[in-house]
């Protein structure tokens, strides 16, 4: 029985954005840069795309812009806001994606910038009030701080962060690749200067992304070459990508309360039968165990460790897709720096479960009598290893 519990990373394509996309693998397939007919109609469906992502996010057209995905859309506000404002300062936190840590570490080693962390609670919470003090000692800074992280669940206040960063002039980014189909936003609303999200994250296709750049920001293009989406991104455009996106964040908004229901009580359901379950020593990083403090679909699970092996390695054998920390830091070594940015033990194996409208309350059945079945014979497993090596 194969079971795909790692949607944080990646989601399966919605059926609804297959229709939508059909017509742009097989029938439409001119460039939208073309004057003619046949560019003219694909030209037509990305703006009608456009139009329906700003209108979901409370935006104007004119202020979403199509990248390759978050990680593209994050380094284009970062390196675009350092370089078109000569911000010399970065409010962040440790526990940011590595999109956002890693561009923020090249300009600083190139003396672009200073970087200040925000504090963390024990749960990983942003300190606000930290937060305040170092927007009052650093003017004109850039804030960049996510909705929620990717590896815990956390969610963070971004409508109080907009209100201090408008009371101290600061420039706000938001990573919010988490939320977008999963929490509904205004945009006209909140102080937010920039804002990313990636379809893959909410059943539409990979390699297509969008970046949200507040009206009032001209920012330096990094991509350049043939003036694509009003200069800000050259290339190209993904056009196939760009409908699946629109399509799967329609979809998503338009079912959220009942998606977002469903994959609440499924986080619920698998706290409640891991409680029972026999395994001793469970915790809970971060906040992912709350409700009300973290994103419904995330629960990274504190696990004794193995004698032998991981659990994520030994789930997947039994064809359980899980994951280790985020799907990022899977690609590199070590241990995930979310996990060890947090007054977490250092002693346990930790494992993120997270869910989709896809996944069943039979599947977490299962997945949870798996753990336990790993857990009563790995003892045995490692005693009979021992008398083979003697």
């Known amino acids: 029985m194969e079971i795909y519990c790692d949607n944080a990373a990646t989601t399966a394509l919605d059926p609804e954005v297959i229709e939508a996309i059909l017509p742009f693998l097989t029938q439409n397939y001119g460039n939208p840069s073309s004057t003619h007919w046949a560019g ?36 284009l506000a970062l390196t675009g806001a350092i370089q078109t404002y000569e911000i010399s300062h970065v409010i962040t936190s440790k526990i940011e994606h590595k999109a956002v840590l890693q561009t923020l570490a090249r300009h600083e080693k190139e003396g672009d910038i200073e970087i200040s962390f925000v504090k963390l609670d024990e749960r990983g919470h942003v300190d606000l009030y ?17 909705h929620a992280n990717n590896e815990i669940g956390n969610i963070t206040d971004i409508h109080a962060i907009s209100i201090l ?8 980014h ?3 690749t988490q939320t977008i189909g999963k929490i509904r936003f205004d945009l006209s609303q909140d102080h937010i200067d920039f804002l990313v999200g ?40 993904n056009v196939i990508g760009i409908v699946g996106l629109a399509k799967a964040l329609e979809v998503a908004y338009r079912n959220l309360d009942e998606n977002q229901t469903k994959v609440c009580r499924l986080k619920q359901y698998m706290i409640s039968k891991l409680a029972i379950s026999g395994i001793g ?19 990274n699970v504190s696990l004794p460790c193995l004698a032998l092996g991981s659990v994520v390695n030994k789930l997947d054998a039994i064809g359980i897709a899980a994951s280790g920390g985020s799907a990022c830091s899977n690609l590199g070594n070590g241990s995930s720096h979310v996990i060890s940015a947090l007054p977490c033990q250092r002693d346990k194996e930790n494992v993120r479960f997270s869910f989709s409208k896809f996944n069943t309350f039979d599947e977490v059945d299962h997945i949870v009598n798996s753990l336990a079945r790993i857990y009563e014979t790995e003892p045995a497993t490692r005693k009979r290893e021992l008398q083979l090596a003697n």
């Open 130 to 146: 930290h937060l305040e003090n170092l927007l009052r000692a650093n003017p004109r800074t850039l804030i960049t701080l996510m």
């Open 281 to 299: 020593g469970i915790c809970y990083n971060g906040d992912s165990k709350s409700i009300d403090n973290s994103i419904s679909n995330v629960l």
């Open 165 to 172: 960063a408008q009371r101290y002039n600061a420039i706000f």
């Open 198 to 237: 990636s379809a893959h994250k909410f059943h539409g296709p990979k390699g297509i992304g969008f970046i949200y750049i507040n009206k009032k920001h001209n920012i330096k293009a990094q991509i350049l070459g043939g003036g694509q989406e009003g200069g800000q991104r050259g290339g190209t455009e």
């Open 174 to 176: 938001s990573d919010t």
């Open 40 to 75: 003219r109609k694909v030209r037509e469906a990305i703006d009608r795309s456009r139009n329906t992502i700003a209108d979901i996010l409370g935006a104007s057209p004119g202020e979403i812009f199509f990248t390759s995905g978050a990680t593209e859309a994050n380094n």
